[in-house]
């Protein structure tokens, strides 16, 4: 279902340790959780990622229109501990767009590595009055933004305890925020109609 597992915070191939799908080798980052990824996205993968899994699987409900799941990549096994849900569609401003969804328990890396952040939280970004929010299972989640490249916008908040990353390409894409996204957690219900497209440029960070 899985190809080979990359570094969550720069996407290097890694060297993983024999009898261990908890953790593995990277040669710039050291020991880290590895992250897994579908070369083609499927319902039926979806289910078994997100069967045992620690942390939400978040989508966008209803989906933009044209848009589709284009990947997903999760870190830890079994019960992932962090889940990426890539989605891809027109642009707000003209263009075509990509938008990673992000949850992961702390110190795993995963979202800071598709901001483009050195560590594994995102720290002190959570000060002050938040950016935006969307409602995330029905909750309300505020989001704050991240400081980060220009071809991108990133935020992070918190939603069931573990952190909520939405990290956009290009930049302007961030106003798919300007109506409240609404997400739901697949591991509730995956629907039979849920759009699913070809592999997306951002699955794998730092690419």
């Not at 220009?150 to 908040?157: E, I, L, P, S, Y």
Request: proline content about 11%; some cysteine; charged content about 15%.
């Amino acid at each position: 279902m899985s190809v080979s597992p990359v570094c969550p915070r720069c996407g290097e191939t890694l060297v993983v340790r024999p009898g261990s799908a908890a953790q593995a080798w990277c040669h710039v980052h050291g020991a880290v959780t590895p992250l897994h990824h579908t070369v083609l996205v499927a319902h039926d993968a979806i289910s078994a990622v997100t069967a045992d899994a620690r942390v939400p699987a978040w989508v966008p409900d209803p989906m933009p229109a044209g848009w589709s799941v284009t990947g997903m990549a999760w870190g830890g096994e079994p019960g992932a501990r962090a889940i990426v849900v890539d989605c891809a569609g027109p642009a707000p401003l003209g263009g075509s767009a990509e938008l990673v969804l992000v949850a992961e328990e702390p110190g795993t890396g995963v979202g800071c590595g598709y901001a483009g952040l050195p560590g594994l939280d995102p720290g002190d970004v959570i000060e002050g009055p938040s950016s935006v929010d969307v409602k995330a299972a029905g909750q309300h989640a505020p989001l704050w933004a991240v400081p980060t490249a220009d071809d991108r916008a990133a935020f992070v908040g918190e939603a069931y305890g573990v952190w909520l990353w939405l990290v956009m390409w290009p930049m302007n894409a961030a106003w798919l925020l300007a109506e409240q996204l609404e997400l739901i957690d697949l591991r509730d219900r995956i629907y039979p109609d849920l759009p699913l497209g070809p592999p997306s440029e951002h699955l794998i960070p730092g690419r």
